[in-house]
C-alpha cells in the first residue's frame, strides 16, 4: 500500500487537471452565447410580442437619424387641489367598478361618434418607443361578422378540448361559458384590435415595434375604460394569431390580438 501512494497522487493530480479544463472549456462555450444575449434588449418571452430585434438592429443605423430629427412638443398638465384629485379619483374609481363582461347583449345601435372617440382616446396609450403599434377595425357588416363568429367558435371549441386543460375548464364552469359566442352576431359592432409586428421607416425599411404586445393590451384596457365611462357593455376575446381574420392591402405585420363587442345589455336567460 505504501509503494501505490505515489501512483495515486499523481492519479488524483491529472483528474484534477483534466476537470479543471473541462470546465474552462464548458464556461467558453458557454460564454459566446451569453454575451450576444446580453447585448439584446431585454424581452419577456411570456409575452411572445414578435419583435424582430436581430433585424431592427440591422436597420437600427439606417433609419435612426431621420428618428432623432423629430420635434418635441412642449407639455402642458393641470394640477387640482388635493380634495378635488380625491373626489375624481373616488368618482372614476365607482364609475369603473361598475363595468362587467357581458355574455347576452342586446342589438341596440351604438352612436359611431362614440365608437370614433372611444379608439381615439385607447389611441393615446403608451407605447414601446412611441411605435403605437395598434390598428382599430370596426365591423359592422352582419355577413363579417358571423365569419368572425364561425373563426372564434372553432378556436374555442379547440381551447376548450385540448388546448386549457381539465383544471382552466373546471373553474370556467361556474361562470357558464363555452365556446358557442352568439353574441359576436347580436352585438351592433365588434372591434378587431391587430397588434402592429413592425412598421416602415420613411425609406420603407422595416421598423421594429418593440413590447407590440405589451402596448396592445395597454390601449385595449384604456378602451374599455373609455367605454365604461360612456355607458358601454363589452365582452372580451382573445384571439390571438388569427392573421387571416383580416384580408387585404396595408396588413403586412399585423396579426389579431383582441377583439371586443360593443354594446348594451341584454337579458340573462
Not at 49 to 71: C, G, K, P, R
Not at 87 to 92: G, H, I, N, V
Not at 135 to 160: A, G, L, Q
Not at 163 to 174: A, C, F, I, P, Q
Given at each position: 500500500?505504501?509503494?501505490?501512494?505515489?501512483?495515486?497522487?499523481?492519479?488524483?493530480?491529472?483528474?484534477?487537471?483534466?476537470?479543471?479544463?473541462?470546465?474552462?472549456?464548458?464556461?467558453?462555450?458557454?460564454?459566446?452565447?451569453?454575451?450576444?444575449?446580453?447585448?439584446?434588449?431585454?424581452?419577456?418571452?411570456?409575452?411572445?410580442?414578435?419583435?424582430?430585434?436581430?433585424?431592427?438592429?440591422?436597420?437600427?443605423?439606417?433609419?435612426?437619424?431621420?428618428?432623432?430629427?423629430?420635434?418635441?412638443?412642449?407639455?402642458?398638465?393641470?394640477?387640482?387641489?388635493?380634495?378635488?384629485?380625491?373626489?375624481?379619483?373616488?368618482?372614476?374609481?365607482?364609475?369603473?367598478?361598475?363595468?362587467?363582461?357581458?355574455?347576452?347583449?342586446?342589438?341596440?345601435?351604438?352612436?359611431?361618434?362614440?365608437?370614433?372617440?372611444?379608439?381615439?382616446?385607447?389611441?393615446?396609450?403608451?407605447?414601446?418607443?412611441?411605435?403605437?403599434?395598434?390598428?382599430?377595425?370596426?365591423?359592422?357588416?352582419?355577413?363579417?361578422?358571423?365569419?368572425?363568429?364561425?373563426?372564434?367558435?372553432?378556436?374555442?371549441?379547440?381551447?376548450?378540448?385540448?388546448?386549457?386543460?381539465?383544471?382552466?375548464?373546471?373553474?370556467?364552469?361556474?361562470?357558464?361559458?363555452?365556446?358557442?359566442?352568439?353574441?359576436?352576431?347580436?352585438?351592433?359592432?365588434?372591434?378587431?384590435?391587430?397588434?402592429?409586428?413592425?412598421?416602415?421607416?420613411?425609406?420603407?425599411?422595416?421598423?421594429?415595434?418593440?413590447?407590440?404586445?405589451?402596448?396592445?393590451?395597454?390601449?385595449?384596457?384604456?378602451?374599455?375604460?373609455?367605454?365604461?365611462?360612456?355607458?358601454?357593455?363589452?365582452?372580451?376575446?382573445?384571439?390571438?394569431?388569427?392573421?387571416?381574420?383580416?384580408?387585404?392591402?396595408?396588413?403586412?405585420?399585423?396579426?389579431?390580438?383582441?377583439?371586443?363587442s360593443q354594446g348594451c345589455p341584454g337579458f340573462c336567460c
Amino acid at each position: 500500500m505504501f509503494f501505490l501512494t505515489p501512483i495515486l497522487v499523481a492519479i488524483l493530480c491529472i483528474l484534477v487537471v483534466w476537470i479543471f479544463k473541462n470546465a474552462d472549456r464548458h464556461m467558453e462555450k458557454r460564454g459566446e452565447p451569453r454575451a450576444m444575449a446580453e447585448a439584446r434588449p431585454w424581452v419577456d418571452e411570456d409575452l411572445k410580442d414578435s419583435s424582430d430585434l436581430h433585424q431592427a438592429e440591422e436597420d437600427a443605423d439606417e433609419w435612426q437619424e431621420s428618428e432623432e430629427s423629430v420635434e418635441h412638443i412642449p407639455f402642458s398638465h393641470t394640477y387640482y387641489p388635493e380634495k378635488e384629485m380625491v373626489k375624481r379619483s373616488q368618482e372614476f374609481y365607482e364609475l369603473l367598478n361598475k363595468r362587467r363582461s357581458v355574455r347576452f347583449i342586446s342589438n341596440e345601435q351604438v352612436p359611431m361618434e362614440v365608437i370614433d372617440n372611444v379608439i381615439r382616446t385607447a389611441g393615446t396609450a403608451p407605447s414601446g418607443a412611441h411605435t403605437e403599434p395598434w390598428t382599430f377595425v370596426v365591423v359592422k357588416d352582419p355577413d363579417v361578422k358571423h365569419k368572425i363568429r364561425k373563426i372564434i367558435e372553432e378556436e374555442e371549441e379547440i381551447n376548450y378540448m385540448k388546448r386549457m386543460g381539465h383544471r382552466w375548464v373546471t373553474d370556467l364552469k361556474k361562470l357558464r361559458t363555452n365556446w358557442i359566442k352568439e353574441y359576436l352576431d347580436t352585438a351592433p359592432i365588434l372591434v378587431l384590435i391587430f397588434k402592429q409586428v413592425h412598421g416602415f421607416a420613411a425609406n420603407g425599411k422595416k421598423k421594429v415595434h418593440y413590447y407590440n404586445e405589451i402596448s396592445v393590451s395597454i390601449a385595449c384596457g384604456i378602451l374599455l375604460a373609455a367605454l365604461q365611462v360612456n355607458n358601454g357593455i363589452t365582452m372580451r376575446r382573445q384571439i390571438a394569431g388569427h392573421r387571416y381574420l383580416i384580408q387585404g392591402p396595408g396588413r403586412s405585420g399585423e396579426a389579431c390580438s383582441k377583439l371586443s363587442s360593443q354594446g348594451c345589455p341584454g337579458f340573462c336567460c
